[in-house]
């Protein structure tokens, strides 16, 4: 049974289509590709009792612990202060649930599968493989193999190699930006695109933001992503796509390289001047000469710290996205880019594991009858466990050292946080005293506003006139609350800086201070002296602050002993990262998402292939090639992958689509007896691995998965890209590397490959 749905024939009846089941199977693909492409939240309306109950539940079974500071309604359920200020009394509450390209395609295959639209056959084929693509070695072999990479980028290496790059550029612009491009393609050529956007993408953030005539850092991100997807291209191994087209067309892996080495290698060739004098020809962006500020023979003899390692910088990180710092938080980033942490053993050993696997895969691969007989996840897989096993033994042996690491950093967070919250005390402290002293001049005086002559509304943020935001700190109202001094300073403080919320007084005593004022507003900022009156009312508030503040302090003690599920496993994740920083920072960074939205495409486009849709576009394929011959086959395949990448579910869907669209279209020559010609098949094979691997910098982030983690990544270090900047400054490149590669490629083609019919 498990062989005959493992080959399941490809049905060339276009009749199907009409019946109702394939026409909402078509509805429900289109909308999954519009909702991956376009994510959202759904607002679910659920009882308020309800969800108290849960809550309540919880706390009882222990598996969540009471919320600090959270007040409790009328049925004694915990709940969010801003919550209950929007909907205070209301009956509902609202669950935003995610749309996106986990839960869309799951969803429409339990949809499919509800109105039996689609039944085992085409789970299995999606899950198991049908037609020699195998959806379940694909995915363990990339995920093992992604261990090994992302342990070697965890080591260090990648950012130190990117350092003595930056060294050797020295202070040249072009140069620099020449050396870096050729690094991160030889590097992503061998452990794929991801590891570069890891590692290489936060890299190019720091430098940037430490050099001081880069103004905008978009030629130096935009073309390390690009150059990471065009060196993905050149192995199998190194990105999933590749895996599912060369299981689908039964390629060596040696042949697939051959193929396609020669195409990408222009590529990066060609691509390089267009972007350096055409596309990002301007002095703010690659300057002549780049200044960088100088790192202190302090900060240079300082022994670099493993950064996976939790608080391993100590109060290093706040202060870098404080923006009243200024000049500090630069040279935090100088310092993490020119006196970068290796762990020399990891780096080593990881690279030498990466270098007997991918050749173990090549050599087994080219000695096999068949590119399926044996499943690559079999050398995958027992060497990413001797690399699990070295993470562990090694992080195990130095678990003193790392631990001590740890519980110094967060001593020193601590002690920071302590040092900010005594800041706050005293300017709250001043501000009343200031306040009380000028209290008898109220009667005789006119009542005036209190001016603040600095202008925060340009702080916290910079706008690059391309749409690139960067925000050196955070947000605004709390670059406010750092910086008012004297009687300005309000005591209600933004309540997005948890630090600075805790340090406010407790809602108790603000409420015995303002009992005659109208209660204050989260974004208001009045002045002490239009809600204080008395003179007596200084002492007092300090006494009840004090006074709260141990009563709350005891509460949260005796709260924090009864331990819960989720405190728990908070510990037990923190003993991990102290323990074992590397292994447990590489299984963080694993793409555990690419598998169940893989397996859900899968199956959504093995529905198209058993109710009629890709022979419908099969056939619609082969009137185009009739027509237009090799050269139509190379453009034409080129334009529909780079097309569908935005449109059918990332590189992965379109890949998935395309290969079965193939893979139909040589039936129906089967069927007619007229054989495609070698040369015309592969041109169509070989212009889709070049379509799916560039077509990750195209116009959309959800092209690839590779571009939701480099804009996330981005967004964490404070630059962010708007949608219709990304595929504005892509658009450009896509073309000309397209043209490029799919001009190299008819060259190799009409040289390489005879007119002779296609044989498997």
Same mark, same amino acid.
């Given at each position: 049974?498990?062989e005959?749905?493992?080959?399941i024939?490809?049905?060339?009846?276009?009749?199907?289509?009409?019946?109702?089941?394939?026409?909402?199977?078509?509805?429900?693909?289109?909308?999954?590709?519009?909702?991956?492409?376009f994510?959202?939240?759904?607002?679910?309306?659920?009882?308020?009792?309800?969800?108290?109950?849960i809550?309540n539940?919880?706390?009882?079974?222990?598996?969540?612990?009471?919320?600090?500071?959270?007040? !409790?309604?009328?049925?004694?359920?915990?709940?969010v202060?801003?919550?209950?200020?929007?909907?205070e009394?209301?009956?509902?509450?609202?669950?935003?649930?995610?749309?996106?390209?986990?839960?869309?395609?799951?969803?429409?295959?339990?949809?499919?599968?509800?109105?039996?639209?689609?039944?085992?056959?085409?789970?299995?084929?999606?899950?198991?493989? @049908?037609?020699?693509?195998?959806?379940?070695?694909?995915?363990?072999?990339?995920?093992?193999?992604?261990?090994?990479?992302?342990?070697?980028?965890?080591?260090?290496?990648?950012r130190?190699?990117?350092?003595k790059?930056?060294?050797?550029?020295?202070?040249?612009?072009?140069?620099?930006?020449?050396?870096?491009? @050729?690094?991160?393609?030889?590097?992503?050529?061998?452990?794929?695109?991801?590891?570069?956007?890891?590692?290489?993408?936060?890299?190019?953030?720091?430098?940037?933001?430490?050099?001081?005539?880069?103004?905008?850092?978009?030629?130096?991100?935009?073309?390390?992503?690009?150059?990471?997807?065009?060196?993905?291209?050149?192995?199998?191994s190194?990105?999933?796509?590749?895996?599912?087209?060369?299981? @689908?067309?039964?390629?060596?892996?040696i042949?697939?390289?051959?193929?396609?080495?020669?195409?990408v290698?222009?590529?990066a060739?060609?691509?390089?001047?267009?972007?350096?004098?055409? $596309?990002?020809?301007?002095?703010?962006?690659?300057?002549l000469?780049?200044?960088?500020?100088?790192?202190?023979?302090e900060?240079?003899a300082?022994t670099?710290?493993?950064?996976?390692?939790?608080?391993?910088?100590g109060?290093?990180?706040?202060e870098?996205?404080?923006?009243?710092? +200024?000049? !500090?938080?630069?040279?935090?980033?100088?310092?993490?880019?020119?006196?970068p942490?290796?762990?020399?053993g990891?780096? +080593?050993?990881?690279a030498?594991?990466?270098?007997?696997?991918?050749?173990?895969?090549?050599?087994?691969?080219?000695?096999?009858?068949?590119?399926?007989?044996?499943?690559?996840?079999?050398?995958?897989?027992?060497?990413?466990? $001797?690399?699990?096993?070295?993470?562990i033994a090694?992080?195990?042996?130095h678990?003193?050292?790392?631990?001590?690491? /740890?519980?110094? +950093?967060?001593?020193?967070?601590?002690?920071?946080?302590?040092?900010? !919250?005594?800041?706050?005390?005293?300017?709250?402290?001043?501000?009343?005293?200031?306040?009380?002293?000028?209290?008898?001049?109220?009667?005789?005086?006119?009542?005036?506003?209190?001016?603040?002559?600095?202008?925060?509304?340009?702080?916290?943020?910079?706008?690059?006139?391309?749409?690139?935001?960067?925000?050196?700190?955070?947000?605004?109202?709390?670059?406010?609350?750092?910086?008012?001094?004297?009687?300005?300073?309000?005591?209600?403080?933004?309540?997005?800086?948890?630090?600075?919320?805790?340090?406010?007084?407790?809602?108790?005593a603000?409420?015995?201070?303002?009992?005659? !004022?109208?209660?204050?507003?989260?974004?208001?900022?009045?002045?002490?002296?239009?809600?204080?009156?008395?003179?007596?009312?200084g002492?007092?508030?300090?006494?009840?602050?004090?006074?709260?503040?141990?009563?709350?302090?005891? $509460?949260?003690?005796?709260?924090?002993?009864?331990?819960?599920?989720?405190?728990?496993?908070?510990?037990?994740?923190?003993?991990?990262q102290?323990?074992?920083?590397t292994?447990? /920072? $590489?299984?963080?960074?694993?793409?555990?998402?690419?598998?169940?939205?893989?397996?859900?495409?899968?199956?959504?486009?093995?529905?198209?292939?058993?109710?009629?849709?890709?022979?419908?576009?099969?056939?619609?394929?082969?009137?185009?090639?009739?027509?237009?011959?090799?050269?139509?086959?190379?453009?034409?395949?080129g334009?529909?992958s780079?097309?569908?990448?935005n449109?059918?579910?990332?590189?992965?869907?379109?890949t998935?689509?395309?290969?079965?669209?193939?893979?139909a279209?040589?039936?129906?020559?089967?069927?007619? +007896?007229?054989?495609i010609?070698?040369?015309?098949?592969?041109?169509?094979?070989?212009?889709?691995?070049?379509?799916?691997?560039?077509?990750?910098?195209?116009?959309?982030?959800?092209?690839?998965?590779?571009?939701?983690?480099?804009?996330?990544?981005?967004?964490?270090?404070?630059?962010?890209?708007?949608?219709?900047d990304?595929?504005?400054?892509?658009?450009?490149?896509?073309?000309?590397?397209?043209?490029?590669?799919?001009?190299v490629?008819?060259?190799?083609?009409y040289?390489?490959?005879?007119?002779?019919?296609?044989?498997?």
């Amino acid at each position: 049974m498990a062989e005959n749905l493992g080959d399941i024939d490809i049905d060339l009846n276009t009749d199907i289509i009409r019946e109702w089941h394939s026409i909402v199977t078509l509805i429900a693909f289109v909308l999954t590709n519009i909702i991956v492409l376009f994510p959202f939240h759904i607002p679910i309306p659920f009882p308020r009792s309800f969800k108290n109950g849960i809550l309540n539940g919880l706390c009882k079974l222990r598996v969540i612990g009471p919320r600090e500071g959270r007040p !409790q309604n009328e049925s004694g359920a915990i709940t969010v202060p801003g919550e209950e200020q929007q909907d205070e009394g209301g009956y509902w509450v609202k669950l935003r649930f995610p749309m996106n390209f986990i839960t869309a395609p799951l969803i429409a295959d339990l949809f499919l599968l509800a109105i039996q639209a689609i039944g085992r056959a085409e789970v299995y084929g999606g899950t198991i493989g @049908a037609n020699n693509i195998s959806p379940i070695d694909i995915m363990a072999f990339f995920i093992t193999l992604a261990y090994i990479a992302i342990s070697i980028d965890a080591s260090g290496l990648i950012r130190y190699l990117a350092f003595k790059v930056l060294q050797k550029g020295g202070r040249y612009g072009h140069r620099l930006f020449f050396y870096l491009y @050729a690094f991160f393609f030889s590097l992503g050529t061998f452990i794929g695109n991801d590891p570069i956007i890891l590692s290489g993408t936060a890299f190019l953030a720091y430098m940037t933001r430490v050099s001081s005539n880069i103004v905008h850092p978009r030629a130096w991100i935009f073309a390390q992503f690009a150059v990471a997807n065009i060196a993905s291209a050149i192995l199998v191994s190194s990105n999933p796509t590749n895996l599912v087209l060369a299981g @689908a067309f039964d390629i060596r892996f040696i042949y697939y390289t051959a193929n396609m080495i020669v195409p990408v290698v222009v590529t990066a060739i060609v691509l390089f001047p267009f972007l350096l004098y055409i $596309v990002f020809a301007d002095e703010s962006l690659i300057p002549l000469s780049i200044q960088m500020h100088e790192l202190s023979e302090e900060a240079r003899a300082r022994t670099p710290v493993n950064p996976n390692i939790p608080n391993a910088r100590g109060n290093a990180e706040e202060e870098e996205n404080d923006p009243a710092n +200024g000049e !500090q938080a630069q040279l935090l980033s100088l310092e993490e880019i020119m006196n970068p942490f290796l762990d020399k053993g990891g780096a +080593g050993f990881g690279a030498l594991i990466m270098a007997a696997t991918l050749i173990t895969l090549l050599a087994l691969n080219a000695a096999s009858q068949t590119s399926n007989e044996h499943p690559v996840f079999y050398v995958t897989l027992p060497a990413a466990f $001797v690399m699990f096993c070295w993470d562990i033994a090694f992080g195990w042996l130095h678990r003193k050292e790392t631990r001590k690491i /740890a519980r110094d +950093g967060r001593r020193e967070v601590e002690r920071a946080r302590a040092e900010r !919250q005594a800041r706050l005390e005293e300017m709250e402290r001043a501000a009343l005293n200031e306040n009380r002293e000028s209290e008898p001049l109220s009667d005789t005086a006119p009542n005036q506003p209190p001016t603040d002559s600095t202008d925060h509304t340009t702080q916290g943020r910079s706008n690059d006139d391309n749409g690139i935001d960067i925000h050196p700190g955070l947000p605004n109202a709390n670059m406010e609350n750092e910086n008012r001094t004297g009687p300005t300073a309000d005591v209600t403080a933004s309540s997005n800086d948890n630090e600075i919320q805790d340090a406010r007084p407790s809602t108790s005593a603000k409420s015995t201070l303002y009992e005659k !004022q109208e209660p204050a507003r989260e974004d208001s900022f009045k002045p002490l002296d239009t809600v204080v009156g008395g003179t007596n009312c200084g002492a007092s508030f300090e006494r009840q602050v004090d006074a709260e503040k141990q009563s709350h302090c005891s $509460v949260t003690v005796h709260e924090r002993k009864k331990a819960t599920l989720v405190s728990l496993l908070a510990d037990s994740y923190r003993w991990s990262q102290e323990t074992f920083p590397t292994a447990t /920072a $590489v299984a963080g960074h694993l793409p555990y998402a690419l598998v169940p939205f893989a397996f859900s495409m899968f199956v959504l486009v093995q529905a198209l292939v058993t109710k009629g849709w890709v022979p419908v576009f099969a056939y619609g394929w082969d009137h185009w090639v009739e027509k237009t011959g090799t050269v139509g086959s190379i453009g034409g395949m080129g334009f529909l992958s780079v097309l569908l990448c935005n449109f059918a579910g990332t590189n992965i869907g379109t890949t998935i689509l395309l290969s079965r669209v193939i893979q139909a279209w040589q039936k129906i020559h089967e069927a007619n +007896g007229i054989p495609i010609s070698d040369r015309t098949f592969w041109a169509a094979v070989y212009s889709m691995a070049l379509g799916v691997n560039y077509g990750a910098f195209s116009t959309a982030f959800s092209a690839s998965l590779a571009g939701l983690l480099w804009r996330d990544i981005l967004a964490r270090k404070h630059i962010h890209v708007k949608r219709a900047d990304f595929a504005r400054v892509n658009l450009p490149i896509i073309t000309i590397a397209m043209v490029v590669g799919c001009t190299v490629l008819i060259g190799e083609v009409y040289i390489m490959r005879p007119t002779t019919p296609y044989e498997k």
